[in-house]
C-alpha cells in the first residue's frame, strides 16, 4: 500500500503545489528514502503538471499528443470517452538508478467542465488508483483551493492530509471550513482512515508584526480543532518561483540557497515521520 497523501487548503496562493512537487523531489531522490511517487495534479489550472514537465513538455504532452489526463479519469464514462485507454495517463517525470522515481498524472483546464457536471464522478480517481497503487510507494495529491467534487475524490484516496499556511492575513479562516469538511466527509464514509497530519507554516519571513500575528491566530484554531503544527516551517525564497520556471525542485534551483534546501529537507523529515514513511 502507498501512503496517500493530499495538499489541501480552501485557500489559493498558499504553497500546495510548490510543496506537493518538492516533497515529490525530496522522496523521489534523496538517498534516505529513494521512492517511487505518483503525483495526481488535482486542480484545473494544472500548476503542478507545468511545475514538473515545464510549459513546452506540458503542451505537447497534454495538447498536441493529446495524451489523457486526470480530466479522462473523471469522464471515463461519458459517452464521449467511453472505452478510452488510460494506460498513457501517467507520464514519468524522473527516474533515479538508484531506484526512486516520480511518476505524474497530469491535469487540464477541461477539467473544471468535470466540475459543472460532477455527479457520481468521484470514485473515477479512487477507481483509477486502485489499479495503479501498487507501483508505488507515496502517491501525492495536490488539490485545487475550492470545496468540490474534485475534495471528495481527492479525500477517497487519502491517508493524510497536509495543510500549507502563509502567515497572512486571514490565513486562519479555511481552516475551520476544511476540518468540517473532512468531519462531513468521514461522517459520510465512516470506516475511512483520512487524517490531518497538520498545518505546516510557508513563505514565512520571521520580521513582520503581521506575521507574528497570524501565526498566534493559526495556532489558535489549531489548538481548538486538535490539529498538529509542524516545527519546521518553510521560509520565504524566491528560489520556490525560480525552481517553478526551472521545473527543479530547491536543491537544484539555480543559486538557492543552501539553508533553504536545508530547511525543506528537515521539514520533509518531520513529515515523513509524521506520517510513517521511513
Ligand atoms: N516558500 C515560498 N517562498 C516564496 N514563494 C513561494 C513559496 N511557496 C510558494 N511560493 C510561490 O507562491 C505562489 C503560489 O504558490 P503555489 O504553490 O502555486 O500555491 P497554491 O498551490 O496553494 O495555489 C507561487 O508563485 C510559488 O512559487
Ligand atoms: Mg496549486
Redesign the pocket.
Known amino acids: 500500500m502507498a501512503h496517500k497523501i493530499s495538499l489541501i ?1 480552501m485557500k ?8 506537493a512537487v518538492n516533497l515529490a523531489w525530496h522522496f523521489s531522490a534523496y538517498t534516505s528514502w529513494l521512492k517511487k511517487v505518483l503525483v495526481i495534479d488535482l486542480d484545473p489550472q494544472f ?1 503542478a503538471s507545468q511545475y514538473l514537465l515545464g510549459p513546452d513538455k506540458y503542451l505537447k504532452h497534454v495538447v498536441t499528443k493529446e495524451k489523457p489526463t486526470v480530466y479522462h479519469v473523471f469522464e471515463r464514462y461519458s459517452p464521449e470517452f467511453k472505452g478510452i485507454d488510460l494506460d498513457k495517463a501517467i507520464k514519468n517525470i524522473t527516474e533515479n538508478q538508484s531506484g526512486g522515481k516520480i511518476d505524474l498524472l497530469p491535469a487540464q483546464l477541461e477539467l473544471a467542465y468535470t466540475l459543472k457536471n460532477p455527479s457520481d464522478k468521484a470514485r473515477n480517481l479512487k477507481e483509477f488508483i486502485d489499479t495503479v497503487e501498487s507501483e508505488y510507494d507515496v502517491i501525492i495529491i ?1 488539490c485545487s ?1 475550492t470545496d468540490s467534487m474534485l475534495t471528495e475524490a481527492a479525500y477517497l484516496c487519502t491517508d493524510h492530509v497536509l495543510i ?1 499556511v502563509r502567515p497572512e492575513y486571514l490565513s486562519s479562516i479555511g481552516l475551520p471550513l476544511l476540518y468540517r469538511s473532512i468531519l462531513d466527509f468521514k461522517e459520510k464514509y465512516k470506516k475511512h482512515p483520512i487524517e490531518i497530519a497538520g498545518v505546516v507554516f ?2 514565512t519571513d520571521d520580521y513582520s508584526p503581521e506575521e507574528n500575528k497570524s501565526k498566534k491566530n493559526v495556532k489558535e484554531v489549531c489548538k481548538n480543532l486538535d490539529i498538529k503544527i509542524f516545527k519546521k516551517e ?5 528560489s ?2 525560480k525552481g ?1 520556471r526551472e521545473n527543479a525542485p530547491i536543491f537544484r534551483t539555480s543559486y538557492a540557497r543552501y539553508d533553504r534546501s536545508q530547511e525543506f529537507l528537515n521539514f520533509t523529515e518531520e513529515f515523513a515521520k509524521e506520517v510513517g514513511i521511513s
Open positions: 487548503n489559493g496562493g498558499v504553497g500546495k503545489s510548490t510543496l500548476n495536490d483551493p500549507p510557508n513563505a518553510i521560509s520565504f525564497s524566491r520556490y518561483p517553478a
